[in-house]
C-alpha cells in the first residue's frame, strides 16, 4: 500500500498555516517552507531512500535504509505543540525535515534535522533549525538538545552559524548539544546577515545569466518580445541567447525554437513576451527546464483586476516553489552594463552609458525616459530594473544586492508604492550608510498598508525617507541635478558654500537660492582674501561672495578657486560663470575642473544657459556644470542634507535607568488574556498609568471624585496646587465651560470650581478628577501608532486643544535613536519653544526614547496618547495617558519569508 494513501482534502486539526512561507537559500534560489502534514508521507519515503547510507547513519546512529510505517506515522503526524516539525519543498519533493519533540520532564525539546544530500551547501538547515526555533519559543520553549556523532561536523557548524548559544559535551561516544534560542541580538544578526547575502545572490544570479531566453520573440519590428531580443543582441551579451517561437524558424537571423524546453543547452534567465493567459503554462515549460529566473514583460495582470491578480498570484506561487525569482509582470526588463555580462533584457529603445548609477524604476514609461535623460547628462549605469507589479523582486532585495555591488556607487529610485516599511527602513537605512540614495516619488506615492497608521500618507513617506537617509526630491530633473553632484564630487563636510563669481547679479541669485536650501555663506578669512587680492588684482570684491568682474579669464578662475578652496571656513564653492561679448567659456570651465581636481570639497560650475548633454563640454567635466543657479543651490542643498545625515549615524539606543520590561509583557498579557483577538482593548486609565510606569514614565497622582467634598479631601491628600478635569469630556480646554479648572490654591477654589462645573457640564462631571499641577512649560501631544505589517510611529505636537486642530507634526519610524528622538523634536514647532540642548529638550527625548522602548517591547501597543505633556526645567510631567492595545496579528518579526518584502 503506498503511503500516499494518508491523504487530507483540508490542513489537519491544528496544522498552523501562517507558518507557510517562501524563503531565499543562501544561492539565491527560492524553496517553500511549511510545516509537515499527514500527506507528506509518500514524499518523506521518497526523500529518505534518497539519501546517501552514511547520511542515513548520521541521522538515526543506525542504517536503516527503508522507514517502516511506524517511522512515518510518527514523522508525518504531529501536533503542532509539543512535537513540531517542518519540511523544505521544492516543486514535489521534499528537500529537507527539521523536528523537535517536547521533553515533558526537562521542558526542552530534543531537536533533529536531515537535508537532501544533493542540496547540502544551501542553507537548508539552518534555515529550517530558524523556524524550529521560532516556532518552539510561541510555546514557551528556551532550550534544544540534540545528540550527535563526532563525525557529525556538519550539523555542529549548523548550531554555530545560527548565531544561539551553544554548548557542547562528550559522552559515551556522542555529544550532546544544548542549544539556548532566545532571540538574542547575536541570532537576530546572524539571521538578517543570512537574509541579506541571500537576497543580494538571488538578484545577482538574475542579473548575471549565462544563457538567455526570449519567450515571444515574433520578427515585426516593433512587438515587445522582438524587440527585446533584439536588445539582447544588440547589448553584446556575453552568452549564448535564444528566441523561442512556435510560428517562425528564425528571428534576427538566429534559429528559433518552439519551446524553451526543445533548447539544448541550459537556460539561466528567461524573458517572456507572450500574452497574458499563455504565462502560466510558458512557466510551467520553465520549471521544467530548470531557469534560475524570470523577467515577464507581459502585461495583463493585477493591474486589470481581480482576474488577473489571480493569475499573477498562481505564477508567483509556481515559481517561488520551484526556486525562481520573477521580475514583473507589466515591466520593461532589466539591464547589467558589466562588461563580463552585458545584458540588455528590456524592450526599451535606449542603450545607457556603463557607470556607478543603480536605477529602479516601477514605471516602464518614465523609466524609459530617465534612461534617456540620464544618457544625454552622460551619467553611465551599472545596472537597471523595472519591477512593474512587484509580484515577487522588490526593492528590499535590490539594495540588498547594490549594497554590495562594487560598480554601484550611487542609487536611484522612481517608485510609486513602497512595501514592506517596516523592512525597508532597516535595509534603507544601513545602505544609505555607504551608497547614496536619491528618490523621486510624488505626493500620491503608495505606502502599502500604512494607512492603517492613521497617519497623513505624505507626510509619513518623507519621515520614513529622512529617517532611512533617502534623498527625496519631487521632479525628475532634482533627479539627476542631485545625481551629477553625488557622483562626480565629495561630499561637503558642512554647510558653509563660497560663490566665486564674474557678475554681481548671478552670484546674488546663487546666494539667495543657497539660503533657500538650507545652505549658508561661508565666511573668507582675512589671509584668503588676502591672497586672492594678491593673486587677481582685478578682483573687485575678495568676501564672499568673490566678484573677479566680467575681465577675469581662466588664470584668474583657477587661482582665486584654489584659495577658497584651501579656507577652512569653506564647505562647498559656487563657481559662476556668465559669458561676456568675447568669452572664453570652455577654457574658464576646464580652469573650474582644474581647480577642483584633488580637492576634498565639492566645486559645482554654473555657465549661464550652458548646454549640459552628452558631447557639450559641460558633459565632459569633471565637476557638474549647470545652467542656473537656483537648481545648483537645491541639488547642493540635497546633498549636504545627505552628508548631515551621515553625520548623525552614530546615534546609539541608549540604556534606560528604571525600565521593567517583564512587568510590562505580563500586564499587557493579562490585559489582552480577557478579550478576543481582533477586538481592541483601551486600558483604563489607572491601568495605563501603570503600563507606561513601567518604562519609568510618571503620570500626575491623581483621584476620581465624586462630590464636591470628596474633590476637597483629594486636594488636601495631592497638595495644592491641583487641577480639577470633567471625565465626560472627549477633549478638555483650560476654561470651567470646557471641563478644566487650573491652579486652584484652597478648599473654596476647588468647591466652587466643582460646583460651576456640575451646574454647566452635568453629567460630563460624574466622576470627575482631581489632579496635582503641574509646574509651567510648553504642552506637548504625543502618541505613538503601531501595526503589524507596517511597524510603529511617534509623533509629537503641540499639546492640548491645539493638537485637534493643527496635527502631530513631526513623526519618526522606531527604533528611535538619542539623535533621532533630538530631531524629532527639532521638526516640530516646539522646535522653537524648546531648544536643543536645554533641559526641557533633554526631559522631552528622554520621555520619547522611553516611549519606543515601550513599544518595541509591548508589539501589542497599537496606539498610545499622551497629551498634555508638560514640559519644563524639572521634568516631563504626563497628566493624561491613553492606551489601546490589539491583539498581534504579525507573522514571527525574525524568520526569513520572502513575503515579507510585498
Same mark, same amino acid.
Given at each position: ?70 517511522? =512515518?506515522?510518527?514523522? *508525518? ?28 520532564? &526537562? ?7 536531515? &537535508? ?37 561536523? /556538519? ?100 534559429? @528559433? ?36 529566473? $524570470? ?8 493591474? *486589470? ?62 523609466? &524609459? ?53 517596516? /523592512? ?10 555607504? /551608497? ?23 507626510? @509619513? ?42 557678475? &554681481? ?79 572664453? @567659456? ?29 558631447? !557639450? ?35 546609539? #539606543? ?13 500586564? =499587557? ?64 480646554? /483650560? ?46 501631544? =504625543? ?46 514647532? $516646539? ?6 540642548? !536645554?533641559?526641557?529638550?533633554?526631559? $522631552? ?39 489601546? #492595545? ?8 525574525? =524568520? ?7
Amino acid at each position: 500500500m503506498p503511503y500516499g494513501d494518508v491523504s487530507v482534502d483540508h490542513d489537519p486539526p491544528g496544522y498552523p498555516q501562517r507558518w507557510e512561507s517562501d524563503v531565499l537559500l543562501v544561492d539565491g534560489a527560492t524553496v517553500r517552507v511549511r510545516p509537515i502534514r499527514p500527506d507528506d508521507a509518500d514524499r518523506i519515503v521518497a526523500f529518505h531512500n534518497r539519501q546517501s547510507p552514511e547520511s542515513i547513519y548520521l541521522r538515526f546512529f543506525s542504517a536503516r535504509p527503508r522507514l517502516s510505517p511506524r517511522d =512515518v506515522e510518527r514523522f *508525518t503526524q504531529v501536533d503542532y505543540v509539543d512535537r513540531m516539525a517542518f519540511v523544505a519543498v521544492l516543486g514535489d519533493d521534499l528537500i529537507g525535515v527539521a523536528r523537535y519533540d517536547r521533553d515533558p520532564d &526537562t521542558g526542552a525539546a530534543e531537536v533533529a534535522f536531515i &537535508t537532501d544530500d544533493f542540496h547540502h551547501g544551501r542553507g537548508l538547515a539552518t534555515l529550517l533549525l530558524e523556524y524550529l526555533a521560532a516556532a518552539a519559543r510561541e510555546q514557551g520553549l528556551t532550550r534544544f538538545t540534540a545528540t550527535t556523532l563526532p563525525q557529525n561536523r /556538519k550539523m555542529l557548524g549548523v548550531f554555530k552559524q545560527a548565531g544561539f548559544e551553544v554548548s557542547t559535551r562528550f559522552s559515551d561516544g556522542v555529544i550532546e548539544v544544548r542549544l539556548g534560542i532566545e532571540e538574542t541580538s547575536e541570532a537576530q544578526a546572524a539571521i538578517e546577515d543570512r537574509e541579506r547575502r541571500a537576497e543580494a545572490r538571488s538578484v545577482a544570479r538574475l542579473l548575471s545569466p549565462r544563457s538567455v531566453a526570449v519567450i515571444g520573440a515574433g520578427r515585426q519590428r516593433g512587438g515587445l518580445g522582438h524587440e527585446a531580443f533584439r536588445n539582447v543582441l544588440a547589448g553584446g551579451f556575453a552568452g549564448p541567447a535564444y528566441p523561442v517561437n512556435p510560428s517562425a524558424p528564425y528571428v534576427l537571423s538566429v534559429r @528559433t525554437h518552439p519551446t524553451i524546453g526543445d533548447i539544448p543547452d541550459e537556460i539561466d534567465l528567461a524573458v517572456i513576451a507572450v500574452p497574458a493567459p499563455e504565462v502560466l503554462a510558458v512557466v510551467e515549460q520553465c520549471v521544467d527546464k530548470g531557469v534560475q529566473s $524570470l523577467v515577464i514583460i507581459s502585461a495583463g495582470f493585477a493591474e *486589470t483586476g481581480e482576474e488577473g491578480a489571480e493569475l499573477q498570484r498562481r505564477i508567483v506561487e509556481l515559481a517561488r516553489g520551484n526556486g525562481m525569482r520573477l521580475v514583473g509582470p507589466n515591466c520593461m526588463g532589466v539591464i547589467n552594463t558589466a562588461p563580463i555580462v552585458s545584458l540588455r533584457a528590456t524592450f526599451a529603445p535606449v542603450a545607457p552609458p556603463a557607470g556607478g548609477v543603480a536605477f529602479l524604476s516601477q514605471s516602464g514609461t518614465l523609466g &524609459t525616459a530617465i534612461l534617456e535623460n540620464m544618457a544625454d547628462l552622460g551619467l553611465g549605469v551599472s545596472s537597471f530594473l523595472s519591477l512593474g507589479n512587484k509580484a515577487d523582486v522588490s526593492l528590499n532585495d535590490l539594495l540588498q544586492f547594490w549594497e554590495q555591488d562594487e560598480r554601484s556607487d550611487a542609487v536611484l529610485l522612481y517608485l510609486e508604492s513602497f512595501g514592506n516599511l517596516r /523592512k525597508f527602513s532597516r535595509i534603507a537605512r544601513r545602505v544609505g550608510r555607504a /551608497k547614496p540614495i536619491v528618490s523621486v516619488t510624488s505626493s500620491g506615492a503608495r505606502l502599502d498598508r500604512a494607512d492603517a497608521l492613521g497617519l497623513p500618507a505624505d507626510a @509619513t513617506l518623507d519621515a520614513l525617507l529622512a529617517q532611512a537617509g533617502v534623498i527625496r526630491v519631487s521632479t525628475l530633473n532634482a533627479l539627476f541635478d542631485v545625481t551629477r553632484v553625488l557622483v562626480s564630487q565629495p561630499l561637503p563636510q558642512g554647510r558653509r558654500v563660497a560663490i566665486v563669481s564674474n557678475s &554681481t547679479g548671478p552670484a546674488r541669485l546663487a546666494g539667495d537660492a543657497c539660503r533657500g536650501a538650507g545652505l549658508e555663506a561661508a565666511q573668507l578669512a582675512t589671509h584668503t582674501q588676502e591672497a586672492i587680492a594678491a593673486a587677481v588684482p582685478i578682483a573687485t570684491h575678495t568676501a564672499s561672495p568673490l566678484d573677479l568682474t566680467h575681465e577675469a579669464g581662466p588664470s584668474e578662475y583657477e587661482a582665486s578657486l584654489r584659495h577658497v578652496l584651501a579656507d577652512d571656513g569653506v564647505d562647498a564653492v559656487i563657481a559662476i560663470f556668465a559669458p561676456p561679448l568675447l568669452a572664453r @567659456t570652455e577654457e574658464v570651465a576646464r580652469a573650474i575642473a582644474a581647480a577642483a581636481d584633488r580637492s576634498h570639497k565639492p566645486v559645482i560650475a554654473i555657465v549661464l544657459g550652458a548646454d549640459t548633454r552628452r558631447g !557639450s563640454i559641460a558633459a565632459d567635466l569633471a565637476v557638474p556644470v549647470f545652467a542656473f543657479p537656483e537648481e545648483a543651490a537645491r541639488a547642493l542643498g540635497r546633498v549636504a542634507q545627505y552628508r548631515a545625515w551621515l553625520a548623525e549615524q552614530d546615534g546609539v #539606543l541608549p540604556q534606560l535607568a528604571g525600565i521593567d520590561a517583564e512587568r510590562a509583557v505580563a500586564l =499587557v498579557h493579562d490585559e489582552l488574556s480577557a478579550t478576543s483577538p481582533g477586538a481592541p482593548r483601551p486600558l483604563d486609565s489607572s491601568v495605563a498609568a501603570e503600563l507606561v510606569g513601567t518604562y519609568g514614565i510618571e503620570v500626575l497622582e491623581s483621584r476620581v471624585v465624586a462630590t464636591a467634598d470628596e474633590a476637597v479631601a483629594a486636594a488636601r491628600t495631592l497638595g495644592y496646587p491641583v487641577v480639577l478635569k470633567a471625565t465626560g469630556m472627549e477633549r478638555l480646554q /483650560k476654561t470651567e465651560s470646557g471641563g478644566l479648572a487650573v491652579d486652584l490654591h484652597r478648599d473654596d477654589e476647588v468647591r466652587q470650581s466643582y460646583d460651576r462645573m456640575v451646574e454647566a457640564l452635568g453629567d460630563a462631571m460624574h466622576p470627575a478628577l482631581v489632579q496635582a499641577m503641574a509646574p509651567p512649560g510648553v504642552d506637548v501631544a =504625543v502618541r505613538v501608532v503601531q501595526r503589524a505589517a507596517v511597524g510603529a510611529v511617534i509623533s509629537i505636537g503641540v499639546g492640548g486643544v491645539v493638537v485637534d486642530q493643527v496635527g502631530f507634526d513631526s513623526l519618526r519610524f522606531l527604533p528611535l535613536t538619542d539623535i533621532d528622538a533630538d530631531n524629532l523634536v527639532g521638526a516640530s514647532r $516646539l522646535g522653537g519653544l524648546i531648544p536643543a540642548g !536645554s533641559p526641557e529638550r533633554v526631559h $522631552l527625548a528622554d520621555l520619547l526614547l522611553r516611549l519606543a522602548q515601550l513599544a518595541e517591547t509591548v508589539p501589542q501597543l497599537a496606539d498610545l496618547r499622551l497629551n498634555p505633556v508638560i514640559v519644563s526645567a524639572t521634568g516631563a510631567a504626563v497628566t493624561d495617558v491613553q492606551v489601546e #492595545l490589539a491583539h498581534w496579528t504579525g507573522d514571527e518579526p525574525h =524568520v526569513r519569508r520572502l513575503d515579507d518584502d510585498l
